[in-house]
């Protein structure tokens, strides 16, 4: 029933900027989170950005003064803003969210994945 869906991943030179953004859809009580991760090839999978429902952000260090997480509860939509982009920023970035369809219950969703490439 619920799935997320990405988009705005590409290839962009170094400095340049990129918007990533983050639907998601089907039967939908609440969402409690909504957070963007990203795994580069032999790297662990890590938290970039992480945004409640209620506002509260979190960033990670290296990309903290860069990237810009932002939601649109309205329309169930999650962005993420990247500026200064760096070659190391390279990696498939992940949409995740906290879900509830019921009053009572929460899951995890994941979305597909988008390749960011930061290369002159």
């Known amino acids: 029933q619920v799935q997320l869906v990405e988009s705005g991943g590409g290839l962009v030179q170094p400095g340049g900027s990129l918007r990533l953004s983050c639907a998601a859809s089907g039967s939908i009580f609440s969402i409690n989170a909504m957070n963007w991760y990203r795994q580069a090839p032999g790297k662990q999978r890590e938290l970039v950005a992480a945004k409640s429902s209620t506002g509260v952000t979190n960033y990670a260090d290296s990309v903290k003064g860069r990237f810009t997480i932002s939601r649109d509860n309205a329309k169930n939509t999650v962005f993420l803003e990247m500026n200064s982009l760096k070659p190391e920023d390279t990696a498939v970035y992940y949409c995740?969210?906290?879900?509830?369809?019921?009053?009572?219950?929460?899951?995890?969703?994941w979305g597909q994945g988008t390749q960011v490439t930061v290369s002159s």
């Open positions: 995740n969210a906290d879900i509830s369809i019921t009053f009572w219950n929460a899951r995890n969703y």
